[in-house]
C-alpha cells in the first residue's frame, strides 16, 4: 500500500469514528435480545467491571453492561441488574448517587442485585449477603421483593489502587476469588427470573 493510499484511509477511519455520537468506550456489546436489560454498576478496581460482564455472560451475552461513571440513559431498559464493589462496609458514593438520581427509572424494574467483596480472602457468610444485599442495595433501589442476589468473593490488586487504600491493605497479599462460574450462575438465575 502506497504511503499516501494509507494516511486517506487512516484519516477517513479518524473521521468516521469522530462522527458517530453514540460510541461509547467502556460498554459491552452483547448479543441482541427482545429483552431490555441493562447491568450497571460501579468499581474501585476492576472486579465488579468483571462480574457485570460475566452476568451478562451467564444470561447468554443479551444485557448491556455500563459503568455507571458512563452516566447510562436507562430510558430503554425494562430490567436491570445492580451492583457494586465493597469498601468500608458500602459500595461507592457515585454508585449510590447515580441510584438516588434514577430512582424513578430503576423503580419496580430491578430483577437482581450482586455486591463483589473481598472480606480479606474469607468466605462470605449469610450476615454479609443479609448486610450488603438486603440492608443496603435493595434498599437504596428499594426493592421490596426477593430477586436473585449474590455476594461474590473479590479480589485485591494493590497495584490498582488510590496509594492511600493501596498502604492500608499493605500487610494483605494480593488474591483473586472472583470466579466467572458464580457469576454466570447468577446470571443465569437472572434470566431464568424475568422470562
Known amino acids: 500500500m502506497k504511503r499516501r493510499s494509507f494516511l486517506q484511509l487512516g484519516v ?10 453514540n460510541s461509547q468506550a467502556l460498554e459491552y456489546y452483547p448479543k441482541k435480545s427482545d429483552k431490555k436489560i441493562a447491568v450497571i454498576y460501579s468499581t474501585w478496581c476492576g472486579s465488579a467491571r468483571d462480574a457485570a460482564v460475566w452476568i451478562s455472560e451467564g444470561m447468554g451475552g443479551i444485557a448491556d453492561v455500563f459503568d455507571i461513571r458512563e452516566k447510562p440513559n436507562l430510558k430503554n431498559y425494562e430490567h436491570f441488574i445492580v451492583g457494586g464493589a465493597i469498601r ?69 490488586t494493590k497495584s490498582l489502587m488510590e496509594p492511600e487504600n493501596a498502604q492500608m491493605m499493605a500487610s ?24
Request: hydrophobic share 35%.
Open 12 to 21: 477517513a477511519g479518524v473521521g468516521a469514528l469522530a462522527l458517530n455520537k
Open 88 to 156: 468500608s462496609f458500602a459500595t461507592s458514593p457515585e454508585l449510590q448517587d447515580y441510584i438516588k438520581q434514577n430512582k424513578d427509572s430503576l423503580k419496580g424494574k430491578v430483577r437482581g442485585l450482586f455486591a463483589v467483596c473481598g472480606n480479606m480472602g474469607n468466605p462470605i457468610t449469610p450476615e454479609l449477603v443479609t448486610r450488603y444485599i438486603d440492608e443496603h442495595l435493595a434498599q437504596l433501589c428499594e426493592v421490596t421483593q426477593k430477586v436473585p442476589s449474590n455476594v461474590l468473593r473479590g479480589r485485591i
Open 172 to 195: 494483605f497479599e494480593d488474591y483473586d476469588n472472583l470466579k466467572r462460574p458464580e457469576c454466570m450462575t447468577l446470571g443465569k438465575e437472572i434470566l431464568d427470573s424475568i422470562k
